[in-house]
Every structure is written in C-alpha cells, then in structure tokens.
C-alpha cells in the first residue's frame, strides 16, 4: 500500500465528519495523534477544545445555544499510564474505564456500537496508542450500521505494532457528503506524516480562524469559517443558511473585503 497525502485526502474529501490520524513523526522520535470535528448544525458547531487534565475536552463555545449535548460534548482524549486514547465519542470514557479494570481496547469497545443520529449513524471511531519501553504499538476501530440498517452492527479492529517513522493511519467517519451521509469504508488510509506539514497545517488554520474571527458582521463571518475552516461548497452555505447562493456570495466578498481592508491597515467596522 502507498502512503498518500495527510493534506491531499482532507482536501480531496466535501465532508469527512470527524477524524483520528495515528502515527509516528519522520524523525521516528515522537508520536502523533491528529483528531478534529466538523459540524453542519448550530448545535455541532457551537464548541471548542479545551484542555482537561492530560486531555482534552470538547465545551460549547456559547453556552446559551447549547441545545443537546448528548453526541457533541465529550472527552475526545484521555492518557492512562503509558497509554493515550483517542475517539470522536463519549466511548473515551468506556475504553477508560473498562481498560482500567483489566478489560482490551477492542473488549471495552464491544459494549458500544453507532451513534443513534438515524438516519446517519454515525460511525463511532476510536484509537489508542500505547508505548512500553521505547516501543509503539497502535490501535485504531470503527463501529458503524450495516449499509445504514441501524439493526445490524459491523466492527472493526485494526493493529499497528512499532509503525514506520514518516508513516500514519487516518480514519474519519463519512467517505463524503450526502444525505444520509455514507459511513467510512476499508481499512484506515495509510498517509505520510511530515513534521513540518503538520506544524504547518495547525498554524495556517489558527492564522485563518484569526483573520476571521475580526470580522464583526456575524453572518459575514459564518460564510468566511463555512467557506474557509470547514470546507464547505456555495451550494452546502446556501442550504444551512437557507440563504440562495447570490446572497452568500454577496455576503462573502463584502467580508473579504473587510479582511483587506484590514491588512492594507484599515480598522474593520
């Protein structure tokens, strides 16, 4: 199998849901562990990171609009011992916990299955990354519906033991846009992992997100983070917004102007 591009498989994907990368830097020195969200839904969209202890959690961004926290707000992360877990659920908290009392990865996982957002069902992605005297090993899992029928369950256990350095798996949970949405399909994509694309991809999108977020007009701004950070077409703004998409695109170029505006040195009004 030919590793591919981390970049390149993001970009070349509408809707990819939520997504684990597993891997080893090129140095061969350091783990990675790569894990971000989408959201369509002003529910979805409405959360950040935040760190927890050695891990992270998921928190609404504007408390006031949080309407069912049950699928969004969660531990993505969460370190124990030599161990770090990684899934796009509350199941963080199930491989934990039943880790801890002895149980494996993929045993603790077989008391969950598919999210319950029919007619989606969204797949439930987890991985774990253990190190035991210098040695990696890494696990990655998928539990989804069968062709959408949510009365039949498919799981998924992959193993990795001491991985290449350069190298990484990525899993995420839809193959790409559609209504329903369609649930990942194969074994996780085998990607190249290069220290310095990395850094770089984390440092534009946050260089992106600021640039943004100095836009004051708030509809102005929500077409710029749909367009820009999470990739979303005229035709899928349009929808969400329930805007036509002559009125996005309006909307959209006065904020880019006062992005220029803003760094030829003018202030944004």
Not at 86 to 96: A, E, K, M, S
Not at 198 to 226: A, F, G, H, P, W
Request: glycine fraction near 8%; hydrophobic fraction near 30%; aromatic fraction near 8%.
């Amino acid at each position: 199998m030919k590793a591919i591009s981390f970049e390149k498989d993001l970009q070349s994907n509408a809707y990819p849901g939520r997504g684990i990368m597993l891997g080893r830097t090129a140095d061969g020195k350091n783990a990675v562990i790569t894990y971000f969200i989408m959201g369509r839904s002003e529910n979805s969209r409405n959360r950040v990171f935040v760190e927890e202890g050695e891990g992270i959690r998921t928190q609404a961004f504007d408390e006031s609009k949080l309407t069912d926290p049950s699928l969004i707000i969660y531990a993505p992360v969460r370190v124990l011992g030599n161990k770090t877990i990684v899934t796009n659920g509350d199941q963080t908290d199930t491989v934990y916990d039943l880790m801890k009392d002895g149980q494996t990865f993929e045993q603790s996982l077989r008391t969950r299955e598919f999210e319950p957002d029919g007619p989606n069902y969204t797949p439930r992605i987890s991985g774990i990354i253990e190190i035991n005297d210098g040695k990696m090993d890494m696990n990655m899992s998928i539990l989804k519906s069968d062709d959408g029928d949510p009365n039949s369950s498919l799981r998924f256990t992959y193993s990795y033991e001491n991985p290449l350095a350069g190298k990484g798996r990525f899993i995420h949970t839809y193959m790409n846009d559609g209504n329903p949405l369609p649930s990942y399909e194969g074994e996780p994509t085998l990607v190249d992992v290069n220290n310095d694309d990395i850094d770089t991809l984390i440092d534009l999108k946050l260089e992106i997100n600021s640039i943004i977020s100095q836009v004051t007009d708030m509809k102005q701004r929500l077409i710029l983070e749909k367009r820009y950070l999470d990739f979303e077409n005229w035709e899928q703004i349009s929808c969400d917004l329930n805007y036509n998409i002559r009125h996005v695109r309006r909307l959209h170029n006065e904020g880019i102007k006062k992005i220029s505006e803003k760094m030829s040195g003018n202030v944004l009004e």
